[in-house]
Nanobody
Framework: QVQLVQSGGGSVQAGGSLRLSCAAS????????VGWFRQAPGKGREFVAG????????EYSDSTKGRFTISRDFAKNTVFLQMSSLEPEDTAVYYC?????????????????WGQGTQVTVSS
């Protein structure tokens, strides 16, 4: 099974950018879909973006489309989430997750493998 190791995140002012990384450990992402979710204080976990490792097909939530970009790097066996034009409403703990079907559904409960989470704080 795959283990996910996250890095990146931190604090930034509104309008700034950050990049999150999600690296596979124990095996590659071959055959998996990878999603990014976030959880703001007092709220449930929300789908942000997803990518199919096999063909690079991507999907985004309405709130992040046009501002966030999800991508993959075969050599590094890593999925990235590039976040631009950040807003205070983007403040949350961000998680990557892997789905063994190869798809990246927008439903949290369908993912079996999760990263440790990383804090993103956007100040106004």
């Amino acid at each position: 099974q795959v283990q996910l190791v996250q890095s990146g995140g931190g604090s930034v002012q509104a309008g700034g950018s950050l990049r999150l990384s999600c690296a596979a450990s124990g095996r590659t992402f071959d055959g998996y879909g990878v999603g990014w979710f976030r959880q703001a204080p007092g709220k449930g976990r929300e789908f942000v973006a997803g990518i199919r490792w096999s063909n690079g097909h991507t999907e985004y939530s309405d709130s992040t489309k046009g501002r966030f970009t999800i991508s993959r790097d075969f050599a590094k066996n890593t999925v990235f989430l590039q976040m631009s034009s950040l807003e205070p409403e983007d403040t949350a703990v961000y998680y990557c997750a892997a789905h063994s079907s190869g798809f990246a559904p927008n439903v949290e409960g369908l993912y079996a493998y999760w990263g440790q989470g990383t804090q993103v704080t956007v100040s106004s």
